[in-house]
Structure formats: C-alpha cells, structure tokens
C-alpha cells in the first residue's frame, strides 16, 4: 500500500510521543512491503504562536487529502486562559467538525499485566473490555453558546441540542462494533432531567429494536453509569452516548487502567480520513524529559492501520509487540509499580516494541 499519513505533533510531549509512533510506523512498512509518506503539520498552541489561529488552513487541507491523521496532544499552560479568544482546543473542535468525525471510538482495555497498576482491586478489573462510542459533533459542545449582562451580574447559556439524524449514526456505530464483539450495546443518557436525552432515548431504543435484534441492547443514567465503571466494568461492552457524557465517562474507564499512557483513540466519520490519537494530554511538566509513555501514541498508530488503512494484519503486529513488551517487563514510570525494573524512558520504549515487530 501506498498511504499518506499525516503527523500533527501538537504541544507538550506530543511531538515526543509522535515521533516514536513514526518510527514503529516505518518499522510496520518495511516488515510488510508498504510505502508511507508521513508529513508534519502545526496545531493547538504551537499553532496559535506561529499562525493566530489553533488550525492553519494548511494544516486542514493536508488532513483532509490525507489517508489517515495521527496527532500527539495540544495544549499546555501558555494557552490556559479560557476566556482568550483562541484556544488550542478550538483546533480539535473545528477539525472533527470539518472532517465529519462524528463517531469517537475509545477502547478501555485492561492489559493484564498491568493489573496492579489500576487503582481499583484486581478482581474488579479482571476481563476489562469495553469499547466507548462518543458522539463527537453534536451536543453542548456545538451547541449554541451565549454570555450576558444580568441583575445578578452575568448569565451564560449552552444549549444541548442532538437530532434524530445525529444519533441514528452514533448508535449504529455501535452496533456494527457490538457484532464483531459480544454483541451487547448499552445507551447512556439522562431520560429523566433532560429533554434531548428522552429524544435520545427514544431514537436509540427504536433503531436498535427495527435494526439489531440480534443484539442485547439496555440504557443506563449517567450517574448509575459512573458508578457502574468503578464497582463492575467488565460487564460492559460496547458503550455508546452523547459528546459531554462520554468525555467524562471515557477519562473516568481511562483511569481504571492506572495510566492514561496506554489508551487509543479514533475518530472516524464517513469514509473520509479518520483522526487518531492518544487519549492522554500534553503532559507539560514532563515535557521534553524522555519521561512520556508512548505506547499510546503506538497503540492509536496500530488503530489508524486497522481502521484508517484496513491493514488489520499489520495493526496486529503492533498490538502484540506491546503485549510482549509488557510481558518482558519493560515498563516507562507511569505504569511501573513498586520495585519493577527496568523503568525506561519515551525511546525506550519504543524501541523495545520496535524490536519485538
């Protein structure tokens, strides 16, 4: 195959982490016969200092004549004010929004040999395999956003707003994913307090009942979902809900796996590029150090291979190099608990999974 990935490094360890993601990417080609040209791109805040704006138009054009992105993590404490008019954030937002990446994919997955690194006792933790599908471009986020004078002082609204069309895609996202898996979808809203939650669930309910019978399908609140996740997570599959709900719920599963530098992202869209990254931040105070984990940047390039290329051979050889990894030990700080060795650092690591492709 002959693939245009394009890299969008971003801040903090992001640029770190992308380029040891590059080199297990040109280790992938080689090993199976392909060609990949990877080309940088600026966004988030370095972004902001080099061209005004948190997405250059550049940066846009070259992902959407792309095959596949893959991006490291914006934002640091440069660009923490949230009332300046440009924020590194607002590169996220506008790129799934131009691209059409309507459908987060968020893979909670417990290696075992990271058991003891979740906070959470291990029997707990035990057959952890859940897949988060997020709506991703509708919701609060999108919605409309409006600030005022008031007696009291200020005023600020945002509005969640889904369509029927909006959440008939989302669901069958997850559907299509719960057939290849257990086959069992579970739909988090909050019927009861929320309007756009009770057409939520509506939506859902019926699609699932006309177009997957074949599949188990239950709703949870959000609230109970939370709670859920911490006293019984291996009971779920696939999770799908709305763009506020699943932000907050996928960095709560995150955590029970004890780092946020071992878990994937996609977001995908209708057979345009997908956008695949780390789910992890720009980790500022690490920055630079060789001190970042970047085997989730490495697992999410195994993501765009199987997702974004259709290369689910090649994602494989990735996602077994890391087990094997793991299984040898080798650990970054993050994931080590008391009295593991060897601790390595970013390239490290990398190189370890390199050789094991």
């Not at 669930?201 to 997957?212: N, P």
């Not at 599963?253 to 780092?259: E, L, P, Q, Y």
């Amino acid at each position: 195959m002959n693939a245009g990935i394009v890299l969008l490094p971003g801040d903090g360890i992001g640029p770190e982490v992308i380029d040891e993601a590059e080199r297990v990417l040109m280790t992938v080609a080689d090993r199976f016969g392909h060609s990949f040209t990877l080309t940088r791109y600026p966004i988030g805040g370095i972004a902001i200092d080099s061209f005004g704006t948190a997405l250059p138009e550049e940066t846009l054009g070259a992902c959407a004549a792309s095959d596949a992105v893959l991006l490291g993590a914006v934002g640091g404490p440069k660009w923490d004010d949230p009332s300046a008019a440009v924020r590194p954030e607002q590169g996220l937002l506008r790129i799934r929004r131009e691209m059409g990446l309507f459908a987060n994919l968020r893979p909670i997955t417990v290696f075992p040999q990271l058991a003891g690194a979740s906070p959470l006792r291990p029997e707990i933790m035990t057959g952890v395999d859940i897949l988060f599908v997020r709506e991703l471009t509708g919701g609060i986020y999108f919605g409309e956003q409006r600030h005022a004078p008031d007696p009291s002082g200020e005023i600020a609204h945002s509005t969640m707003t889904y369509t029927t069309g909006e959440i008939k895609r989302i669901v069958r996202v997850a559907a299509e994913a719960a057939r290849t898996r257990r086959k069992h979808v579970t739909s988090v809203d909050k019927a009861n307090v929320l309007e756009v939650s009770r057409l939520w669930r509506r939506t859902a309910g019926a699609l699932m009942g006309s177009e997957y019978p074949d599949l188990d399908y239950n709703v949870v609140l959000v609230d109970a979902m939370a709670m859920h996740l911490i006293s019984r997570p291996a009971a779920f599959d696939v999770v799908v809900t709305g763009n506020l709900f699943g932000d907050i719920l996928t960095d709560l599963g995150s955590m029970m796996t004890g780092s946020l530098g071992m878990l994937p992202s996609a977001s995908l869209g209708n057979g345009g590029p997908g956008l695949f990254e780390p789910i992890h931040g720009s980790a500022p105070d690490i920055a630079g150090q060789d001190r970042a984990n970047p085997l989730a940047t490495i697992l999410a390039a195994a993501m765009l291979l199987r997702h974004g290329l259709d290369l689910p051979n090649e994602a494989s050889a990735i996602e077994t190099a890391v087990s094997r990894v793991l299984d040898a030990g080798i650990r970054t700080a993050d994931i080590a608990t008391d009295g593991e060795k060897p601790v390595v650092g970013t390239n490290a690591m990398a190189s370890a999974v390199i050789g094991e492709i």
